[in-house]
C-alpha cells in the first residue's frame, strides 16, 4: 500500500489541508492575542468566553451550523441576495478546499489566540519601553523583540493546531464534497465501512499514527521551548494594559470583537434559527414553529420521528461522559504525577507516551475497538464498554 500512488496523494492533501489550516488559525488569533495581551477595551470578555465554544461543540454540530450559516440557501447568502437584489447565491463555498479551511480555523484559532495571549501576557514589556525609547517604531518594537520572544508559544500552538486538523473527519467527511479532497482519516472511514477492506483501512491506520507520533513529539518539543523562554525572561514585573488611545486602535479593537462574535456564534445562531423552521406545505415552504421542540419533550407523537429516542438517546451520552470523565480524571492523574517525576530528567519518552492517545485519531480508535468487538459477537453489553474505552484513550490527554 505504501507504494501506491494514490495512498501518497491522500497523504500530501492531508499534509497541505493542516497546513493550510494552521496558518490561518494562526493569523486570525494572532491579532486577537496581542489585543488581548496589551489592551483593555469593552468586549474582551467576551472574546475570552466565545472562544471556549468550539472546544465543547461536537463536529457534527459545526458542520450543521456551516451549512446553515454560509450554504448556498444559507443566512448569509439569503441577506446577500436581499441586500444587493440578486438572483443566485454570491457565496459559494461549500464543499470547496475553501470551506474545509475555514471550519478547521473556526474550530482550532481560539487554541492559538489563548495559548499565545496567555504566552504574551508574562513577557516583561522593559525591552519593549528600552527599544522605543531609542527612537524604534512600535512595528518594528514587534518585529524585532515581540516576534521572536513569541517564537515558542506560536509553534506551540501550530503544532497543535496541525495535528487536529491533521487528524480531523467529520469535517472533511461531510464538507470535502468528494475523493478530490479525501484524507487519511476519511480514506480509512471508506474502506472499513463502505468497501469492508479491514486490512487497508488498518495499514492506513498505522500510517496515520506514525505521522501524528511525530507531530506529538514536535509538540513537546515547542512545550519544552516555551518553558525555557519563560525562565530565561525571569518574570519579575506584572504587565500593564492600556486602553486603546488612537481612532485607529479603537476601531480594529472593535472590528475584531464583531468579527469574533460573527465568526464563532454565527453558524450556532444558524442552527438554532433552523430549528424553529418547519416546513408548512408539499413544496418545502418553511415557516415558524416549535414542532421539532414539541416532538422532543414528548408533548407530540409523530410514527417514526427521531426525535421520540431523544430522551433515551440524551440519558445514554450523559452517562457515558459522567463514566469517561471519571476514569480519565484518574488516569490522568495517576499520568499527571509519573510526569512530575520524570520531567527532572528530562525524560520526554514518558511525555511521549502519555500524549500518545492524542496520536491516534478517533477513526483510528473506532476501527481498533471495532476489530476487536467483531472477535465477540452477540453481546451487545461489550459495546457500551468499548465505547467508553474508546472515549478514555481521546480524553485522557486533556486532564494533563
Not at 492531508?14 to 488581548?36: D, F, K, N, R
Not at 479603537?250 to 464583531?258: C, N, R, T
Not at 413544496?283 to 416532538?295: E, H, K
Amino acid at each position: 500500500m505504501l507504494t501506491d500512488a494514490y495512498t501518497w496523494r491522500i497523504l500530501r492533501f492531508t499534509l497541505l489541508q493542516a497546513l493550510a489550516s494552521t496558518v490561518v488559525s494562526v493569523l486570525i488569533g494572532l491579532p486577537g492575542a496581542y489585543l488581548l495581551a496589551t489592551y483593555r477595551f469593552p468586549g474582551k470578555s467576551i472574546i475570552r468566553a466565545i472562544c471556549t465554544l468550539p472546544f465543547v461543540l461536537p463536529s457534527i454540530l459545526v458542520v450543521l451550523g456551516f451549512v446553515i450559516f454560509y450554504g448556498n440557501n444559507g443566512l448569509v447568502n439569503t441577506l446577500l441576495m436581499s441586500m444587493f437584489d440578486l438572483e443566485q447565491p454570491p457565496l459559494r463555498i461549500l464543499y470547496t478546499f475553501g470551506a474545509i479551511i475555514i471550519a478547521h480555523a473556526f474550530y482550532n484559532f481560539p487554541i492559538a489566540l489563548g495559548l499565545i495571549s496567555s504566552f504574551w501576557e508574562q513577557l516583561p514589556s522593559r525591552y519593549n519601553h528600552a527599544a522605543m525609547t531609542m527612537g524604534a517604531r512600535r512595528w518594528t518594537v514587534f518585529r524585532t523583540v515581540t516576534l521572536p520572544r513569541l517564537v515558542p508559544a506560536i509553534l506551540s500552538a501550530s503544532t497543535l493546531i496541525f495535528l487536529f486538523c491533521f487528524s480531523s473527519f467529520a469535517i472533511l467527511l461531510v464538507l470535502g464534497g468528494g475523493p478530490r479532497f479525501t484524507t487519511l482519516e476519511v480514506e480509512i472511514y471508506r474502506r472499513a465501512r463502505m468497501t469492508l477492506d479491514l486490512e487497508g483501512a488498518a495499514a492506513l491506520s498505522l500510517l496515520s499514527i506514525a505521522v501524528t507520533l511525530v507531530l506529538v513529539a514536535a509538540h513537546l518539543w515547542t512545550q519544552r521551548m516555551m518553558a525555557h523562554q519563560e525562565e530565561i525572561e525571569a518574570i519579575s514585573e506584572r504587565r500593564l494594559e492600556r486602553s486603546p488611545r488612537s481612532i485607529w486602535g479603537k476601531s480594529i479593537a472593535f472590528l475584531y470583537v464583531v468579527f469574533s462574535v460573527v465568526f464563532v456564534l454565527g453558524p450556532l445562531a444558524g442552527i438554532i434559527y433552523r430549528s424553529f423552521l418547519a416546513p408548512v406545505s408539499r413544496s418545502g415552504d418553511l415557516a415558524f414553529s416549535t414542532r421539532w421542540y414539541r416532538q422532543l419533550f414528548g408533548l407530540e407523537t409523530v410514527a417514526g420521528s427521531p426525535l421520540g429516542v431523544a430522551a433515551s438517546a440524551i440519558l445514554l451520552s450523559l452517562t457515558i461522559a459522567a463514566i469517561t470523565a471519571f476514569v480519565s480524571l484518574v488516569i490522568g492523574t495517576m499520568l499527571a504525577a509519573r510526569l512530575r517525576k520524570t520531567r527532572r530528567r528530562s525524560n520526554i519518552s514518558m511525555e511521549l507516551y502519555a500524549m500518545l492517545p492524542m496520536a491516534v485519531s478517533s477513526v483510528v480508535v473506532g476501527l481498533g475497538y471495532y476489530l476487536v468487538s467483531s472477535v465477540f459477537t452477540g453481546r451487545r453489553s461489550l459495546g457500551v464498554v468499548l465505547v467508553v474505552l474508546a472515549h478514555v484513550v481521546i480524553a485522557s490527554p486533556f486532564v494533563l
